[in-house]
Each structure stands twice: as C-alpha cells, then as structure tokens.
C-alpha cells in the first residue's frame, strides 16, 4: 500500500536507520512479556488523558511489551524544576531513556516556566523531529507532502531570557551557540543521509539577525561539507514560509532554529490536516527520546468522548521505533492509516461523528 510505504519512509521502514534511533540503545526488541520495556507516560492536561487511555487500549491490543510508569502535572510548583512538573518525573524519563507526552497547558502570563520548556531544558531535548506527509485517503489542498521538519530545541528566542530595562521597555534575548547549532545541524544531516533524503533546507532571517542566524548557517556549511551526497540550500524564513504554502513540494528536510521551527512545522501540520494527524519526537543526548502529542490540551472538549488520538498515536509510533519494535510500529501504523482511510470511523476535526472511543476501538479491530 503507497500510504504505507510513504509513513515508513518518513517513519522509519524495518530495513534503514531509525529517524529516532540514532543513538545505542541496550533495550531488548523481544516481544516478549518477559522482557517489557519501562516507558514514562505524561498523559497530560485536558484531553491528555483520554488520548493517552486511547494509546495504552491500542498498546495492549496489539500487545506490545511496554510497561507505562505514568507522570501528572502537579499542583504546586517544585522547586526543583521551577514547574509543576515534578523532579521525579524528570528523573523517570532520564532513567527509562524513553517516554510519551500528551499535551501540557502553561498558564499565559502567570510567571510560571513553561512546561515544555522545562521538559527541554532539563533532559536536553535539543532536535524536534516532526515529519509532515499528506495522508492517503484524507483529502487536503496538497496531494504530496511529504518533508520533515527538524528544530533546534533549547536556545534561540525561547531561553527564556526576559527583563524590564526601564518601566515599560522590556528585552528578549536570542541566544545562538556553535555547540547547539552544530548539534542540530549534524543530527539533520545524518537523517537525510539515513532516509534517503535528498536535500536539507537550513532555514534563518541572517539578512537581518547577521549575528545569530549567521552563526546558525556557519555551523550549517560547516556540516554540509561532510556530507557531499545531500544538497544544501539556505532559504529566509518569510520566503520559506511563501513557497511551503505554494509548493510544498520543494522540500525535503528542514533544519531551523528554535523559533522558526515552531512556526514553519505547524505551518506544514496545516498543510497536512493539522496538529491532530502530526506526529513528533524529541531527541537528547545520551539515547533519551520523548514523542509528544504537539497540539493543545483543548480544555473546551475534555471528558466528552470527542478527541482524536492520531498525533498521539502516530508519536507513539515513532517511540516504538527507537526502542526498535519495528514489527509493532508497522502493525499500529498500518491500522490507523486504514481506519482513517476507511472513513467510516473519524472523530468531528477529521470530518466525522465518532467518539474517541469508537475511533480507537476501530484501530484496534484494524490491527
């Protein structure tokens, strides 16, 4: 099936090196329930947990040897973390070197650090893999997407770095590092070289932030050098951003700094069908991946029955590859791709009347 071999291509196919398994890893890929492998779960906030529940019901279906230790958002900030997150917590996924997350609200304006800020600082989540690819049998205005999206993760606009100079005036630091930027810039090339990629766009605003974003290209031809095989180009954000809406076609793999990332992969989600259907993986140092849900928590539909699991899912996916459980990932794949494709079971965001009980259970008959 073409919808099949298009998600292995971007998720990873049992043959080729893994989008989120480049880093050793001394886990069993036996299927066995005698070798389960511990994985930290953040069910999260709002429809968090009903999507995360949709997960663990598919999981066991499909019997997968995975043994969730399960993390909430607390209620008190902890100092440790400066978060509601918990240290133990942190400490779970840092030990389990593998984990899942649904979506995490922060309050807007209250002084409290951002939790997925903190998620990134504290495990040194430093690349967001986030593959957009068009879906077969959901129909969009592009027939052909299919590029990934790669976001430095720990500095740019987002360190965090704000301050009243004078009443009325404030600051905003834009950090940019060698180290960072290298980092990234390595990870999205192996990846390209490893999937068959054949481009690797570096996306910046250098003609203005000459400083910063220079340095972020620098790092970028630096690596480019090393890998002759891939094409490398440099495109501005702004005009990046006018010829994903017209031909999203034209790229391949995108590697960016902090803010733009979070832009230009919602922009493609968009193209795609939105944050519902798009999976993500961030990868630190030392093998820890954490796969995440990136839309929001959507407070106004918790409890109903009505949420759609896919980007959950998906992202669950991605996890079970870097554990390699390539033969379960496939088996799940496949069985969302068809119950979309299908039709006859979607949730109200993909044009359909389903609850996510009815969705979820659909996959599971699929499997």
Same mark, same amino acid.
């Given at each position: ?114 939790? =997925? #800020? ?6 040194? !989540?430093? /690349? ?6 068009? @879906? ?121 700094? =902090? #803010? ?6 919602? !922009?493609? /989600? ?6 519902? @259907? ?90």
């Amino acid at each position: 099936m073409m919808g099949t071999q298009i998600l292995r291509r971007l998720l990873g196919s049992p043959n080729s090196s893994r989008a989120f398994s480049s880093f050793n890893r001394s886990f069993s890929s036996s299927d066995s329930s005698s070798n389960l492998i511990r994985a930290t779960l953040f069910p999260g906030d709002g429809i968090g947990p009903e999507i995360a529940e949709a997960v663990k019901q598919v999981f066991r279906a499909a019997d997968v040897p995975i043994e969730w230790e399960e993390h909430y958002v607390g209620d008190q900030i902890d100092p440790r973390t400066q978060s509601f997150l918990t240290w133990e917590s942190l400490e779970s996924v840092r030990q389990n070197g593998v984990g899942l997350k649904g979506p995490m609200a922060t309050p807007i304006g209250k002084g409290h650090r951002s939790l =997925n #800020l903190t998620l990134r600082k504290e495990l040194n !989540l430093y /690349a967001n893999v986030r593959p957009c690819y068009s @879906l077969p049998g959901y129909k969009t205005r592009y027939d052909d997407v299919d590029l990934i999206t790669i976001r430095e993760n720990t500095e740019g606009e987002y360190s965090g770095l704000e301050h009243q100079v004078v009443r009325g005036v404030v600051e905003s630091l834009k950090i940019i590092t060698r180290q960072a930027s290298l980092r990234v810039a390595e990870y999205a090339f192996h990846y390209a070289k490893t999937h068959g990629r054949e481009r690797v766009s570096a996306i910046h605003k250098a003609n203005i932030m000459q400083k910063t974003d220079g340095l972020f290209l620098k790092c970028c031809r630096e690596v480019a050098e090393k890998y002759p095989e891939i094409k490398y180009e440099e495109v501005v954000i702004d005009n990046c951003c006018m010829m994903l809406v017209k031909n999203p076609a034209l790229f391949d793999v995108l590697v960016m700094p =902090n #803010l733009y990332g979070d832009i230009i992969s919602d !922009l493609c /989600a968009g193209l795609i069908g939105g944050l519902g @259907l798009t999976p993500s993986c961030n990868i630190g140092e030392g093998g820890i991946a954490l796969a995440e849900a990136v839309h929001g928590s959507a407070p106004d539909i918790a409890g109903k029955n009505m949420a759609n699991p896919t980007a959950l899912m998906l992202s669950a996916v991605t996890m079970l590859r870097h554990l390699k459980l390539n033969d379960k990932a496939d088996q799940i794949q496949n069985a969302i791709l068809n119950t979309i494709s299908e039709g006859k079971y979607r949730t109200a965001d993909l044009g359909g009347s389903s609850t996510t009980t009815d969705f979820t259970k659909a996959i599971c008959d699929h499997l």
